[in-house]
Protein backbone atom coordinates (compact mmCIF):
# COMPACT_ATOMS: atom_id res chain seq x y z
CA UNK A 1 0.00 0.00 0.00
CA UNK A 2 1.11 3.81 -0.63
CA UNK A 3 2.63 5.70 2.56
CA UNK A 4 0.33 8.08 3.88
CA UNK A 5 0.30 11.18 2.41
CA UNK A 6 0.36 13.69 5.39
CA UNK A 7 0.40 12.85 9.14
CA UNK A 8 -3.16 13.52 9.61
CA UNK A 9 -4.19 10.52 7.20
CA UNK A 10 -1.98 8.35 10.15
CA UNK A 11 -3.72 10.46 13.05
CA UNK A 12 -7.04 9.75 11.87
CA UNK A 13 -6.44 6.06 12.13
CA UNK A 14 -5.91 6.41 15.85
CA UNK A 15 -8.24 6.45 18.17
CA UNK A 16 -6.85 9.51 20.08
CA UNK A 17 -6.38 8.47 23.58
CA UNK A 18 -2.98 9.65 24.15
CA UNK A 19 -2.24 6.18 25.91
CA UNK A 20 1.60 6.89 25.43
CA UNK A 21 1.69 3.29 25.10
CA UNK A 22 3.79 3.60 21.99
CA UNK A 23 6.39 6.30 23.87
CA UNK A 24 5.29 9.53 22.32
CA UNK A 25 3.31 12.47 24.57
CA UNK A 26 0.19 12.04 21.88
CA UNK A 27 -1.38 10.44 19.41
CA UNK A 28 -0.38 13.14 17.22
CA UNK A 29 2.70 13.48 18.27
CA UNK A 30 2.60 9.47 17.37
CA UNK A 31 0.96 10.33 13.61
CA UNK A 32 3.92 12.43 13.13
CA UNK A 33 6.38 10.07 13.82
CA UNK A 34 5.01 7.67 11.72
CA UNK A 35 4.73 10.00 8.87
CA UNK A 36 8.50 11.14 9.44
CA UNK A 37 9.66 7.09 9.47
CA UNK A 38 10.68 8.00 13.09
CA UNK A 39 8.11 5.16 14.41
CA UNK A 40 6.30 2.31 12.79
CA UNK A 41 2.58 2.39 12.90
CA UNK A 42 2.86 -0.99 14.16
CA UNK A 43 4.00 0.72 17.17
CA UNK A 44 0.70 1.59 18.30
CA UNK A 45 -0.77 -1.04 20.52
CA UNK A 46 -4.51 -0.38 19.80
CA UNK A 47 -5.20 -0.70 15.93
CA UNK A 48 -5.97 -3.66 14.31
CA UNK A 49 -3.66 -5.60 12.17
CA UNK A 50 -5.46 -4.69 8.83
CA UNK A 51 -5.08 -1.07 9.58
CA UNK A 52 -0.79 -2.08 10.28
CA UNK A 53 -0.50 -3.90 7.11
CA UNK A 54 -2.27 -1.44 5.00
CA UNK A 55 -0.27 1.62 6.28
CA UNK A 56 3.06 0.19 7.34
CA UNK A 57 5.89 1.82 5.80
CA UNK A 58 8.39 0.74 3.08
CA UNK A 59 11.97 0.67 4.13
CA UNK A 60 13.69 3.86 4.28
CA UNK A 61 16.09 3.97 1.36
CA UNK A 62 19.52 5.38 1.43
CA UNK A 63 20.76 8.28 -0.65
CA UNK A 64 22.89 9.74 0.41
CA UNK A 65 23.39 13.58 -1.17
CA UNK A 66 26.40 13.97 -2.90
CA UNK A 67 28.08 17.11 -3.59
CA UNK A 68 30.81 19.01 -5.19
CA UNK A 69 30.37 22.19 -3.49
CA UNK A 70 33.33 24.18 -4.95
CA UNK A 71 32.19 23.05 -8.66
CA UNK A 72 28.61 24.22 -7.32
CA UNK A 73 30.04 27.20 -6.37
CA UNK A 74 32.18 28.30 -9.20
CA UNK A 75 29.10 27.69 -11.48
CA UNK A 76 26.93 29.95 -9.83
CA UNK A 77 29.38 32.84 -9.63
CA UNK A 78 29.26 32.64 -12.93
CA UNK A 79 25.73 32.64 -13.67
CA UNK A 80 25.61 35.45 -11.88
CA UNK A 81 26.87 37.69 -14.54
CA UNK A 82 24.00 36.95 -16.69
CA UNK A 83 21.07 37.99 -14.66
CA UNK A 84 18.59 40.46 -14.62
CA UNK A 85 19.26 41.85 -10.55
CA UNK A 86 16.28 44.43 -10.59
CA UNK A 87 14.17 41.53 -11.62
CA UNK A 88 15.80 39.29 -9.26
CA UNK A 89 15.57 41.30 -6.77
CA UNK A 90 11.80 41.92 -7.22
CA UNK A 91 11.33 37.63 -7.57
CA UNK A 92 13.32 37.15 -4.45
CA UNK A 93 12.20 39.43 -2.35
CA UNK A 94 15.48 41.63 -2.42
CA UNK A 95 16.39 44.90 -2.82
CA UNK A 96 19.01 46.12 -5.63
CA UNK A 97 21.54 49.04 -5.12
CA UNK A 98 25.02 50.17 -5.69
CA UNK A 99 25.48 47.21 -7.78
CA UNK A 100 24.35 44.61 -5.60
CA UNK A 101 21.79 42.67 -4.87
CA UNK A 102 21.16 42.26 -1.53
CA UNK A 103 19.03 39.68 0.67
CA UNK A 104 18.01 39.39 4.58
CA UNK A 105 19.22 36.08 5.42
CA UNK A 106 18.39 35.03 9.47
CA UNK A 107 17.69 39.32 9.65
CA UNK A 108 21.14 39.99 8.25
CA UNK A 109 22.41 41.92 4.95
CA UNK A 110 23.80 39.32 2.48
CA UNK A 111 24.60 40.39 -0.92
CA UNK A 112 26.17 39.54 -4.46
CA UNK A 113 27.45 41.98 -7.17
CA UNK A 114 27.66 41.59 -10.52
CA UNK A 115 30.90 39.71 -10.15
CA UNK A 116 29.71 36.86 -8.23
CA UNK A 117 31.18 38.46 -5.16
CA UNK A 118 29.86 37.78 -1.86
CA UNK A 119 29.18 40.58 0.75
CA UNK A 120 27.45 40.16 4.31
CA UNK A 121 27.25 41.41 7.76
CA UNK A 122 27.58 37.54 9.06
CA UNK A 123 30.16 35.11 8.18
CA UNK A 124 30.10 34.09 4.66
CA UNK A 125 29.95 30.20 4.84
CA UNK A 126 28.90 27.41 2.54
CA UNK A 127 25.77 26.40 4.08
CA UNK A 128 24.65 30.06 3.37
CA UNK A 129 26.35 30.74 0.09
CA UNK A 130 25.11 27.84 -1.68
CA UNK A 131 21.41 28.09 -1.14
CA UNK A 132 21.96 31.79 -1.49
CA UNK A 133 22.81 31.25 -5.26
CA UNK A 134 20.50 28.45 -5.36
CA UNK A 135 17.44 31.32 -4.63
CA UNK A 136 18.59 34.09 -6.46
CA UNK A 137 19.16 31.86 -10.10
CA UNK A 138 17.11 29.32 -9.93
CA UNK A 139 14.11 30.55 -7.32
CA UNK A 140 10.87 31.11 -8.71
CA UNK A 141 9.56 33.71 -6.12
CA UNK A 142 7.14 32.01 -4.42
CA UNK A 143 5.65 34.07 -2.14
CA UNK A 144 4.89 31.39 1.51
CA UNK A 145 1.62 29.80 2.01
CA UNK A 146 1.63 29.46 5.57
CA UNK A 147 1.55 25.45 5.46
CA UNK A 148 4.01 23.79 7.53
CA UNK A 149 5.44 20.64 6.31
CA UNK A 150 8.62 18.41 7.02
CA UNK A 151 12.07 17.84 4.68
CA UNK A 152 10.07 14.52 3.78
CA UNK A 153 7.54 15.60 2.07
CA UNK A 154 9.28 18.22 -0.04
CA UNK A 155 10.03 17.15 -3.37
CA UNK A 156 12.99 14.47 -3.51
CA UNK A 157 12.90 14.89 0.15
CA UNK A 158 12.20 11.57 1.51
CA UNK A 159 14.90 9.70 0.30
CA UNK A 160 17.22 12.11 1.84
CA UNK A 161 15.30 12.34 5.15
CA UNK A 162 16.65 10.17 7.01
CA UNK A 163 20.40 12.04 7.00
CA UNK A 164 18.89 15.02 7.25
CA UNK A 165 16.99 13.83 10.22
CA UNK A 166 20.51 12.70 11.45
CA UNK A 167 22.70 16.01 10.40
CA UNK A 168 20.09 18.53 11.56
CA UNK A 169 16.88 17.24 13.47
CA UNK A 170 19.08 15.11 15.47
CA UNK A 171 21.82 17.42 15.96
CA UNK A 172 19.87 20.46 16.65
CA UNK A 173 17.79 18.40 19.42
CA UNK A 174 21.26 17.39 21.01
CA UNK A 175 22.23 21.29 21.33
CA UNK A 176 18.65 22.58 22.20
CA UNK A 177 18.70 19.99 25.61
CA UNK A 178 21.89 21.76 26.43
CA UNK A 179 21.39 24.70 26.28
CA UNK A 180 17.72 25.76 27.23
CA UNK A 181 18.00 29.61 26.52
CA UNK A 182 18.73 28.66 22.87
CA UNK A 183 15.47 29.72 21.43
CA UNK A 184 15.27 32.64 23.40
CA UNK A 185 18.93 33.72 22.00
CA UNK A 186 18.11 33.00 18.15
CA UNK A 187 14.74 35.31 18.86
CA UNK A 188 16.75 37.94 19.40
CA UNK A 189 19.90 37.37 17.50
CA UNK A 190 19.24 36.40 14.01
CA UNK A 191 14.94 37.98 13.66
CA UNK A 192 13.30 34.77 14.63
CA UNK A 193 9.81 35.21 15.95
CA UNK A 194 7.80 32.63 18.71
CA UNK A 195 4.89 31.75 17.61
CA UNK A 196 1.60 29.91 19.02
CA UNK A 197 2.44 26.23 19.77
CA UNK A 198 2.47 24.06 16.56
CA UNK A 199 1.98 20.55 16.61
CA UNK A 200 1.56 20.96 20.98
CA UNK A 201 5.45 21.38 20.77
CA UNK A 202 7.02 23.72 23.86
CA UNK A 203 8.56 26.24 21.96
CA UNK A 204 7.79 27.03 18.05
CA UNK A 205 10.60 29.49 16.82
CA UNK A 206 10.35 30.52 13.16
CA UNK A 207 13.49 31.92 11.18
CA UNK A 208 13.94 33.14 8.01
CA UNK A 209 16.92 32.14 6.09
CA UNK A 210 16.04 33.03 3.20
CA UNK A 211 13.46 35.89 2.45
CA UNK A 212 10.83 33.30 1.03
CA UNK A 213 11.81 30.17 3.04
CA UNK A 214 10.72 30.03 6.10
CA UNK A 215 11.35 27.42 8.38
CA UNK A 216 10.03 26.64 11.87
CA UNK A 217 12.27 24.90 14.57
CA UNK A 218 9.73 22.35 17.14
CA UNK A 219 11.03 21.86 20.22
CA UNK A 220 9.59 19.61 23.16
CA UNK A 221 11.11 19.24 26.53
CA UNK A 222 11.82 16.26 28.61
CA UNK A 223 8.58 16.00 30.69
CA UNK A 224 7.37 12.87 32.93
CA UNK A 225 9.91 9.85 31.72
CA UNK A 226 9.69 11.05 27.81
CA UNK A 227 12.84 12.34 26.42
CA UNK A 228 12.75 15.44 24.56
CA UNK A 229 12.48 16.12 20.64
CA UNK A 230 13.19 18.77 17.75
CA UNK A 231 11.91 18.86 14.04
CA UNK A 232 12.06 21.07 11.83
CA UNK A 233 9.28 22.12 9.54
CA UNK A 234 9.65 24.22 5.99
CA UNK A 235 6.79 26.00 4.05
CA UNK A 236 5.13 24.00 1.53
CA UNK A 237 6.62 26.24 -1.07
CA UNK A 238 10.34 25.79 -0.04
CA UNK A 239 10.84 23.53 -2.65
CA UNK A 240 10.08 25.93 -5.63
CA UNK A 241 12.44 28.47 -4.22
CA UNK A 242 15.06 26.06 -3.76
CA UNK A 243 16.70 22.82 -4.51
CA UNK A 244 16.17 19.97 -2.04
CA UNK A 245 20.56 19.85 -1.85
CA UNK A 246 19.89 23.41 -0.83
CA UNK A 247 16.94 22.96 1.70
CA UNK A 248 19.09 19.88 3.49
CA UNK A 249 21.96 22.35 3.39
CA UNK A 250 20.44 25.43 5.52
CA UNK A 251 18.96 23.03 8.07
CA UNK A 252 22.87 21.12 8.38
CA UNK A 253 23.84 24.62 8.28
CA UNK A 254 21.52 25.88 10.98
CA UNK A 255 22.25 22.94 13.15
CA UNK A 256 26.15 23.89 13.13
CA UNK A 257 25.72 27.59 13.65
CA UNK A 258 23.44 26.71 16.76
CA UNK A 259 26.03 24.42 18.42
CA UNK A 260 28.59 26.98 17.76
CA UNK A 261 26.68 29.21 18.84
CA UNK A 262 25.96 27.03 22.49
CA UNK A 263 29.88 26.87 22.60
CA UNK A 264 30.40 30.34 22.57
CA UNK A 265 28.07 30.38 25.76
CA UNK A 266 30.12 27.76 27.60
CA UNK A 267 28.65 24.47 27.10
CA UNK A 268 31.21 22.86 26.05
CA UNK A 269 29.63 19.28 26.40
CA UNK A 270 27.58 19.69 23.24
CA UNK A 271 28.93 17.32 20.90
Not at 37 to 63: H, Y
Amino acid sequence: MPAPKNAMEVFQLLDKSNCRECGEKTCLAFAGAVFRGQKNIAECPRLDRSTVERFSPEPAGQNPIEENREAFMAEMKAKIAGIDFASAAERTGGRFENGRLTLKVMGKDFSVDTRGNLHSDIHINPWVAAPFFDYVLNGKGVAPAGQWVSFRELKNGKDRYPLFQKRCEEAMQRVADSYTDLFDDVVHLFSGRQVERQFQSDISVVLHPLPKVPLMICYWRPDAGFGSSLNIFFDATADQNLDIGSVFSLGAGLAQMFHKLALRHGFAEVT
